[in-house]
């Protein structure tokens, strides 16, 4: 298989403890902060009813530095940069698909 079409997953944990797994997507830059989007795993006996889950959704988190310099991802709180990250995200996603199509 070729690198083009491997995944690459990570497993977060929530601030209940509770640990989830994430298909990596993309990375941006908006306002000189990075942000990472994700995909959440869908467990086998899920996978059916996955698009009417909301939390099955796109995922995106803002990476930030902690104070011992190890770096974060946290989920984002304000509806606007949410939205405008979003935004990026989408365009990079089209973009690439224009892009294979040709």
């Known amino acids: 298989m070729s690198e083009e079409f491997e995944s690459t997953f990570i497993t977060l944990t929530d601030e209940d403890g509770n640990d989830i797994e994430l ?17 959440p795993t869908i467990p086998e006996e899920e996978a059916e009813n996955a698009e009417d889950n909301d939390d099955y959704g796109l995922i995106i ?3 930030v530095s902690s104070n011992d310099e190890e770096e974060e991802l946290i ?5 606007e940069e949410l939205q405008a990250v ?16 040709e």
């Not at 298909?23 to 995909?39: H, K």
């Not at 989920?75 to 509806?79: A, P, Q, V, W």
């Not at 979003?86 to 199509?101: G, I, S, T, V």
């Open 86 to 101: 979003y935004n990026l995200f989408m365009e990079a996603m089209f973009e690439e698909e224009d892009e294979e199509e």
């Open 75 to 79: 989920t984002i709180e304000d509806e």
């Open 23 to 39: 298909e990596y997507l993309d990375t941006v830059e908006y306002n000189g902060a990075v942000y990472m989007s994700f995909f």
């Open 61 to 63: 988190l803002k990476v």
